[in-house]
């Protein structure tokens, strides 16, 4: 049986953590607008809360269908990835992003990552990782235009 592995990463942004975390939440409506060369579409699924995305990661399209939990007072969500693209290496793969307040507007945005690999082969979720800093820039950059 693979064993569970866990990546971290912390991106430092100019925007309030409330600001950040409320635009990252309203994923559907502001998210695509606001990083449109990673996020091409979103498709929400009424009744079963689910979320179909299709993103542009290390330039190739991706489809992955997810359902979130959402941590108000932590300013932290976690998405749970069931199928798509990414389901083609990983057994299991669990991506939590929690919004860290600091000072002066500023804020930690910290991603990581529990991933079970399906074989040996699989590469680890760096992809992922990079696809989360250039959203996190890119979200950070279109909010502080407004």
């Known amino acids: 049986m693979a064993q569970l592995a866990k990546s971290m990463i912390e991106v430092e942004i100019k925007v309030s953590a409330d600001k950040i975390f409320q635009a990252i939440k309203a994923t559907s409506r502001s998210v695509p607008k606001l990083s449109p060369e990673k996020i091409l579409s979103v498709e929400e699924q009424v009744g079963d809360y689910t979320k179909n995305w299709t993103l542009s990661i290390d330039g190739k399209v991706e489809k992955m269908k997810e359902r979130v939990e959402i941590d108000e007072e932590n300013k932290s969500m976690t998405v749970f990835v069931f199928d798509g693209d990414v389901m083609e290496n ?11 307040p600091k000072l002066h507007g500023r804020s930690i945005a910290r991603w990581s990552w529990e991933y079970e690999k399906l074989n040996s082969d699989s590469p680890a979720p760096n992809k992922y990782m990079d696809f989360a800093v250039y959203l996190t820039r890119d979200i950070e950059s279109n909010l502080l235009k407004t």
Request: glycine share 0%.
């Open 90 to 100: 990983y057994s299991s793969f669990k991506c939590n992003l929690q919004i860290i």
